[in-house]
């Protein structure tokens, strides 16, 4: 076999180097400390439109966009002081035909010959990247102010509605202290009910207006098991008169980022909801777990009642207004505030249910 010489190694391994400069796909160049451009290829010449002998003869700033010409002033200075060997920046450049492209670029400080340093300049066109950021963006702004929008719409409604039906309710009190007879006519009877069902309207209107997504910072460490605890105190005579039997079984340690009235709500919703929708055939059974999953706590609350058909009104199960059995008391609104007030303190709901099986809800909760 015939000896490769050393110096026949070094030959080979600049041509690999160089072929590579050449054919790859992102723009190099190098380019000296004065900012004069030494060496590129051709993807440079492709993402800026110009040859490259005219971007030879050219000095880069002159096509920068005006905004962003001092964007590596300081990153520049660490790296010429040697505080940094590398940065990344975005720039806007005008392209040859006009168009403003954006660039992201990535310098390297490198030492040549003699130990003088020169830099390496990786240009990506990113472009239609950027573009929809920025569409993203105006979308996300525009959803703000019509968030914004529709609050104060919200607000302005329910107070106006809270006063008017106030004001027909204080009428139908006047109406029976004048006309004491009045009462038992069913025209009056049909309207007393009327005004009524409009109160409690506005009443939940009202609360569902007030949910807003509350701020990190005001969020508090709740100790679940003891909020659990408090919530099973509440309803020992709900649960006593059904024969319920429930167990807790959270993890004493496990805490969660919330609010303090927004958390014995969630827990008393569903604990009440559980023993509400027992079924007939067996004693309710309601079990209580915990465990952590990434950044959340999930609060488990499996019973064996009535359960729901989610095949029927999975989609539905959280929205305004909807019932899935025939009891009298629903009306609706309950699992609806609720899953707004998880929401509203960073969380989600999930839910598995079986017709006559029973059901498991998983409330994550931020983990504290």
Same mark, same amino acid.
């Given at each position: ?50 040859? =490259? ?7 880069? *700033? ?81 959803? =703000? ?32 202290? *004048? ?16 005004? *009524? ?102 609060? =488990? ?7 729901? *058909? ?5 989609? =539905? ?52």
């Amino acid at each position: 076999m015939k000896a490769i010489r050393p110096s026949q190694n070094v030959s080979n391994a600049y041509d690999v180097l160089d072929r590579v400069f050449n054919n790859t796909y992102n723009g190099i160049a190098v380019v000296s400390m004065d900012g004069n451009w030494l060496k590129m290829n051709e993807a440079v010449s492709d993402i800026f439109g110009y040859t =490259k002998s005219e971007l030879f003869n050219m000095d880069i *700033d002159n096509i920068v966009f005006i905004e962003d010409l001092g964007v590596h002033e300081k990153k520049f200075e660490k790296l010429i002081s040697g505080k940094t060997d590398k940065y990344r920046v975005k720039q806007r450049y005008f392209h040859k035909n006009g168009d403003v492209i954006w660039v992201l670029i990535y310098v390297t400080l490198v030492y040549f010959k003699a130990g003088r340093p020169h830099m390496i300049w990786q240009f990506t066109d990113i472009t239609n990247r950027q573009k929809n950021q920025d569409k993203l963006k105006a979308m996300l702004s525009v959803a =703000k102010e019509q968030n914004d929008r529709l609050t104060s719409f919200a607000n302005i409604v329910t107070h106006n509605l809270r006063s008017h039906s106030g004001n027909l309710a204080s009428l139908t009190e006047f109406l029976e202290v *004048d006309c004491g007879e009045i009462t038992s006519n069913e025209n009056y009877k049909l309207l007393k009910q009327a005004v *009524d069902n409009l109160q409690e309207t506005v009443a939940h209107l009202t609360e569902v207006a007030k949910i807003r997504e509350i701020e990190p910072s005001k969020l508090q460490k709740l100790n679940l098991y003891d909020y659990v605890e408090k919530a099973m105190y509440n309803i020992i005579a709900m649960a006593q008169n059904s024969n319920a039997l429930i167990y807790n079984q959270i993890d004493e340690s496990h805490r969660v980022k919330g609010v303090p009235a927004y958390l014995d709500s969630i827990i008393l919703n569903f604990l009440t909801n559980a023993i509400k929708y027992k079924s007939e055939k067996r004693t309710p059974i309601i079990e209580l777990t915990s465990l952590v999953e990434d950044d959340y706590v999930v609060f =488990k609350i499996k019973d064996n009642g009535l359960g729901i *058909d989610m095949n029927k009104f999975g989609d =539905k199960l959280f929205q305004m207004y909807k019932t899935f059995h025939y009891n009298e008391d629903a009306i609706g609104i309950g699992l609806f505030i609720t899953k707004n007030h998880i929401e509203s303190l960073g969380g989600k709901v999930t839910v598995n249910s079986e017709v006559d099986a029973g059901t498991e809800f998983s409330i994550y909760f931020k983990k504290a």
